[in-house]
Protein backbone atom coordinates (compact mmCIF):
# COMPACT_ATOMS: atom_id res chain seq x y z
CA UNK A 1 0.00 0.00 0.00
CA UNK A 2 1.22 3.80 -0.52
CA UNK A 3 2.30 5.52 2.11
CA UNK A 4 -0.21 7.73 3.36
CA UNK A 5 1.12 11.09 4.55
CA UNK A 6 -0.67 13.11 7.13
CA UNK A 7 -4.24 15.01 5.25
CA UNK A 8 -3.29 18.66 4.31
CA UNK A 9 -4.43 21.67 6.21
CA UNK A 10 -7.58 22.93 5.43
CA UNK A 11 -6.99 26.51 4.09
CA UNK A 12 -9.43 28.74 2.45
CA UNK A 13 -10.91 28.13 -1.19
CA UNK A 14 -8.99 30.35 -4.00
CA UNK A 15 -8.96 31.24 -7.37
CA UNK A 16 -5.34 31.82 -8.28
CA UNK A 17 -5.59 34.32 -11.20
CA UNK A 18 -3.61 33.17 -14.25
CA UNK A 19 -0.43 34.73 -15.87
CA UNK A 20 -1.62 37.83 -13.67
CA UNK A 21 -5.20 38.27 -14.61
CA UNK A 22 -5.29 36.68 -18.26
CA UNK A 23 -8.92 37.29 -19.13
CA UNK A 24 -8.49 41.33 -18.34
CA UNK A 25 -5.05 42.23 -19.02
CA UNK A 26 -1.76 41.38 -20.59
CA UNK A 27 -0.72 38.41 -19.35
CA UNK A 28 2.23 38.19 -17.66
CA UNK A 29 2.54 41.96 -16.63
CA UNK A 30 2.53 44.63 -13.85
CA UNK A 31 -1.34 45.73 -15.24
CA UNK A 32 -2.02 42.16 -15.17
CA UNK A 33 -0.80 41.85 -11.22
CA UNK A 34 -3.05 45.55 -10.47
CA UNK A 35 -5.90 43.89 -12.75
CA UNK A 36 -6.17 40.78 -10.32
CA UNK A 37 -6.18 42.78 -7.23
CA UNK A 38 -8.47 45.32 -8.33
CA UNK A 39 -10.43 42.19 -9.52
CA UNK A 40 -10.42 40.91 -6.09
CA UNK A 41 -8.03 38.01 -6.61
CA UNK A 42 -5.45 37.26 -3.49
CA UNK A 43 -3.00 34.77 -5.59
CA UNK A 44 -1.33 35.05 -8.70
CA UNK A 45 0.15 32.73 -11.09
CA UNK A 46 2.71 33.98 -13.47
CA UNK A 47 5.74 32.15 -15.94
CA UNK A 48 9.45 32.96 -15.61
CA UNK A 49 11.78 32.65 -17.55
CA UNK A 50 15.79 33.49 -18.24
CA UNK A 51 17.36 36.29 -20.88
CA UNK A 52 20.33 35.75 -22.97
CA UNK A 53 22.62 37.64 -20.34
CA UNK A 54 20.46 36.02 -16.82
CA UNK A 55 17.57 38.16 -16.42
CA UNK A 56 14.86 36.49 -14.68
CA UNK A 57 11.71 37.80 -16.55
CA UNK A 58 7.31 37.15 -17.13
CA UNK A 59 7.20 35.22 -19.66
CA UNK A 60 4.83 31.60 -21.02
CA UNK A 61 5.98 31.21 -24.55
CA UNK A 62 9.84 30.14 -24.92
CA UNK A 63 9.50 32.65 -27.99
CA UNK A 64 8.74 36.79 -27.75
CA UNK A 65 6.62 36.45 -30.69
CA UNK A 66 2.92 36.26 -29.26
CA UNK A 67 2.91 38.52 -26.74
CA UNK A 68 5.21 41.11 -27.69
CA UNK A 69 6.33 43.40 -30.94
CA UNK A 70 9.76 41.91 -31.19
CA UNK A 71 8.90 41.18 -34.47
CA UNK A 72 8.50 44.76 -35.37
CA UNK A 73 11.63 45.70 -33.35
CA UNK A 74 13.99 43.30 -34.24
CA UNK A 75 12.66 42.22 -37.59
CA UNK A 76 16.05 40.83 -38.52
CA UNK A 77 17.21 38.49 -36.41
CA UNK A 78 16.37 34.99 -36.92
CA UNK A 79 15.67 33.65 -33.28
CA UNK A 80 12.54 35.11 -31.57
CA UNK A 81 13.13 33.15 -28.52
CA UNK A 82 13.76 35.30 -24.62
CA UNK A 83 16.77 33.07 -24.25
CA UNK A 84 18.64 34.35 -27.33
CA UNK A 85 17.89 38.50 -26.20
CA UNK A 86 19.19 40.51 -23.39
CA UNK A 87 17.20 41.91 -20.64
CA UNK A 88 17.73 45.54 -22.55
CA UNK A 89 16.57 44.48 -25.84
CA UNK A 90 13.75 42.35 -24.39
CA UNK A 91 12.44 45.78 -22.03
CA UNK A 92 12.09 47.73 -25.37
CA UNK A 93 9.36 45.26 -26.59
CA UNK A 94 5.84 46.48 -26.49
CA UNK A 95 4.12 43.37 -24.25
CA UNK A 96 0.72 45.43 -23.94
CA UNK A 97 -0.64 45.90 -27.93
CA UNK A 98 -1.36 42.51 -28.87
CA UNK A 99 -4.21 42.49 -25.95
CA UNK A 100 -5.49 45.26 -26.20
CA UNK A 101 -4.31 49.39 -27.61
CA UNK A 102 -5.21 50.25 -23.63
CA UNK A 103 -2.42 48.34 -22.70
CA UNK A 104 0.06 49.91 -25.20
CA UNK A 105 3.65 50.94 -23.64
CA UNK A 106 3.39 47.59 -20.87
CA UNK A 107 6.79 45.54 -20.80
CA UNK A 108 7.73 42.66 -20.00
CA UNK A 109 8.50 42.72 -16.37
CA UNK A 110 11.37 41.56 -14.38
CA UNK A 111 10.81 38.70 -11.30
CA UNK A 112 12.07 41.36 -9.41
CA UNK A 113 9.51 44.51 -10.38
CA UNK A 114 7.06 41.69 -10.00
CA UNK A 115 7.65 40.70 -6.62
CA UNK A 116 7.70 44.25 -5.59
CA UNK A 117 4.36 44.95 -7.26
CA UNK A 118 2.67 41.70 -5.41
CA UNK A 119 4.62 42.65 -2.11
CA UNK A 120 2.71 46.42 -2.77
CA UNK A 121 -0.38 44.93 -3.56
CA UNK A 122 -0.57 42.06 -0.89
CA UNK A 123 -0.83 39.03 -3.27
CA UNK A 124 0.36 36.00 -2.74
CA UNK A 125 1.91 33.89 -5.92
CA UNK A 126 1.92 30.70 -7.90
CA UNK A 127 5.40 31.03 -9.71
CA UNK A 128 5.61 28.68 -11.90
CA UNK A 129 9.38 27.83 -13.75
CA UNK A 130 8.60 27.66 -17.54
CA UNK A 131 10.73 26.21 -20.03
CA UNK A 132 13.22 25.38 -17.56
CA UNK A 133 15.17 22.81 -20.21
CA UNK A 134 15.89 26.08 -22.14
CA UNK A 135 17.48 27.40 -19.11
CA UNK A 136 19.65 25.28 -17.33
CA UNK A 137 20.20 25.92 -13.87
CA UNK A 138 17.03 28.27 -13.45
CA UNK A 139 15.70 26.81 -9.96
CA UNK A 140 18.68 28.34 -8.95
CA UNK A 141 18.89 31.38 -9.92
CA UNK A 142 15.19 32.31 -8.88
CA UNK A 143 15.47 30.70 -5.46
CA UNK A 144 18.89 33.88 -5.07
CA UNK A 145 16.23 35.93 -6.11
CA UNK A 146 13.80 35.04 -3.54
CA UNK A 147 16.43 34.81 -0.41
CA UNK A 148 17.27 38.62 -1.41
CA UNK A 149 13.38 38.87 0.13
CA UNK A 150 13.05 36.58 3.10
CA UNK A 151 9.23 37.47 3.50
CA UNK A 152 8.67 35.14 0.46
CA UNK A 153 10.28 32.50 2.28
CA UNK A 154 8.07 32.13 5.55
CA UNK A 155 4.80 30.54 5.52
CA UNK A 156 1.70 31.96 6.87
CA UNK A 157 -0.64 30.63 8.63
CA UNK A 158 -2.62 26.97 7.95
CA UNK A 159 -5.69 29.30 7.96
CA UNK A 160 -4.42 31.06 5.39
CA UNK A 161 -4.02 31.05 1.62
CA UNK A 162 -0.09 29.88 0.88
CA UNK A 163 2.30 32.78 0.75
CA UNK A 164 4.36 31.57 -2.30
CA UNK A 165 4.14 27.81 -3.76
CA UNK A 166 7.03 27.28 -6.82
CA UNK A 167 5.60 24.76 -9.49
CA UNK A 168 6.43 23.48 -12.81
CA UNK A 169 5.75 20.86 -15.49
CA UNK A 170 9.20 19.59 -15.03
CA UNK A 171 9.22 17.38 -11.86
CA UNK A 172 12.86 17.28 -11.99
CA UNK A 173 13.20 21.04 -11.90
CA UNK A 174 10.54 20.86 -8.86
CA UNK A 175 12.38 18.48 -6.98
CA UNK A 176 15.64 20.81 -7.32
CA UNK A 177 13.54 23.54 -6.52
CA UNK A 178 12.50 21.97 -3.18
CA UNK A 179 16.15 21.41 -2.47
CA UNK A 180 17.52 25.09 -2.34
CA UNK A 181 14.32 26.40 -0.84
CA UNK A 182 13.22 24.24 1.28
CA UNK A 183 11.11 26.16 3.47
CA UNK A 184 8.89 26.91 0.34
CA UNK A 185 5.71 25.30 -0.56
CA UNK A 186 6.65 23.25 -4.15
CA UNK A 187 3.98 22.03 -6.62
CA UNK A 188 3.68 18.98 -9.94
CA UNK A 189 2.29 20.81 -12.69
CA UNK A 190 0.28 17.42 -14.58
CA UNK A 191 -1.75 14.58 -13.76
CA UNK A 192 0.82 12.16 -11.51
CA UNK A 193 -0.42 8.30 -12.51
CA UNK A 194 -2.03 7.14 -9.37
CA UNK A 195 1.06 4.78 -8.98
CA UNK A 196 3.61 7.19 -8.41
CA UNK A 197 1.95 9.30 -5.88
CA UNK A 198 4.13 8.37 -3.31
CA UNK A 199 7.02 9.12 -5.21
CA UNK A 200 6.70 13.34 -4.68
CA UNK A 201 6.14 13.26 -0.67
CA UNK A 202 8.38 16.46 -0.97
CA UNK A 203 5.70 18.32 -2.80
CA UNK A 204 2.82 19.73 -1.09
CA UNK A 205 0.69 19.94 -4.28
CA UNK A 206 -0.22 18.38 -7.17
CA UNK A 207 -1.96 20.67 -10.20
CA UNK A 208 -3.25 18.82 -13.10
CA UNK A 209 -5.24 20.03 -15.85
CA UNK A 210 -8.91 20.41 -14.64
CA UNK A 211 -10.30 18.02 -17.89
CA UNK A 212 -7.83 15.10 -16.45
CA UNK A 213 -8.94 15.02 -12.84
CA UNK A 214 -12.13 13.79 -10.88
CA UNK A 215 -13.41 13.16 -7.55
CA UNK A 216 -11.71 10.09 -6.97
CA UNK A 217 -8.22 11.22 -8.15
CA UNK A 218 -9.03 14.37 -5.73
CA UNK A 219 -9.30 11.87 -2.82
CA UNK A 220 -6.80 10.06 -3.81
CA UNK A 221 -4.08 13.15 -3.80
CA UNK A 222 -5.67 14.11 -0.29
CA UNK A 223 -4.91 10.78 1.19
CA UNK A 224 -1.34 10.97 0.20
CA UNK A 225 -1.08 14.77 1.58
CA UNK A 226 -1.18 16.95 -1.22
CA UNK A 227 -3.38 19.58 -2.08
CA UNK A 228 -4.67 20.25 -5.60
CA UNK A 229 -5.66 23.74 -7.58
CA UNK A 230 -6.27 22.36 -11.11
CA UNK A 231 -6.07 24.49 -13.95
CA UNK A 232 -7.01 26.51 -16.27
CA UNK A 233 -11.26 26.86 -15.47
CA UNK A 234 -12.53 29.58 -17.54
CA UNK A 235 -16.40 28.72 -17.38
CA UNK A 236 -18.90 28.66 -14.59
CA UNK A 237 -19.33 25.10 -15.00
CA UNK A 238 -15.94 23.89 -15.02
CA UNK A 239 -15.56 25.75 -11.87
CA UNK A 240 -18.38 23.76 -10.20
CA UNK A 241 -17.44 20.67 -10.95
CA UNK A 242 -13.85 20.73 -9.75
CA UNK A 243 -15.45 22.61 -6.51
CA UNK A 244 -17.75 19.68 -5.97
CA UNK A 245 -14.72 17.28 -6.69
CA UNK A 246 -13.46 18.74 -3.36
CA UNK A 247 -10.71 20.40 -4.90
CA UNK A 248 -8.71 23.26 -2.82
CA UNK A 249 -9.48 25.64 -5.55
CA UNK A 250 -8.33 26.30 -9.30
CA UNK A 251 -6.81 28.29 -11.41
CA UNK A 252 -8.78 30.70 -13.88
CA UNK A 253 -8.03 33.57 -16.03
CA UNK A 254 -10.95 35.05 -14.39
CA UNK A 255 -10.63 35.56 -10.60
CA UNK A 256 -13.44 37.41 -10.51
CA UNK A 257 -15.66 34.71 -11.88
CA UNK A 258 -13.66 32.29 -10.09
CA UNK A 259 -14.51 34.11 -6.49
CA UNK A 260 -18.50 34.02 -7.51
CA UNK A 261 -18.28 30.35 -8.06
CA UNK A 262 -16.52 29.72 -4.66
CA UNK A 263 -18.92 32.73 -2.43
CA UNK A 264 -21.77 30.52 -4.46
CA UNK A 265 -19.76 26.82 -3.48
O1 LIG B 1 -0.52 27.03 -13.18
C1 LIG B 1 -0.76 26.11 -14.15
C2 LIG B 1 -0.91 26.68 -15.52
O2 LIG B 1 -0.40 27.99 -15.55
C3 LIG B 1 -0.21 25.82 -16.48
O3 LIG B 1 -0.49 26.11 -17.80
O4 LIG B 1 0.33 26.80 -19.98
O5 LIG B 1 -0.86 28.42 -18.56
O6 LIG B 1 1.44 27.74 -17.98
P1 LIG B 1 0.13 27.32 -18.60
CA1 LIG C 1 1.71 28.97 -16.02
Redesign the pocket.
Known amino acids: AATVRQAAPQRPLIA?S??GAAGHAPENTLAGLDAARRLGARTV?I?VQRTKDGALVLL?DAGLARTTDVEEVFPNRSSRLVADYTLAEVRRLDAGSWFSSAFRGERVPTLGQALDRLETLGLNL?L?I?EPARHPGIEEDVARELRGRPAWLREGPASEPRRLVV?S?DWEVVRSSKRVLPSVPHGL?GRVPEDRLAEFTWAQMI?PNHTTVDAAYIDLLHEHGYETMP??LNTRAAMDTVLRSGADGF?TDYPDAGLRAIRDF
Request: proline residues 0%.
Open positions: VHREDHFEKQFLNYTI
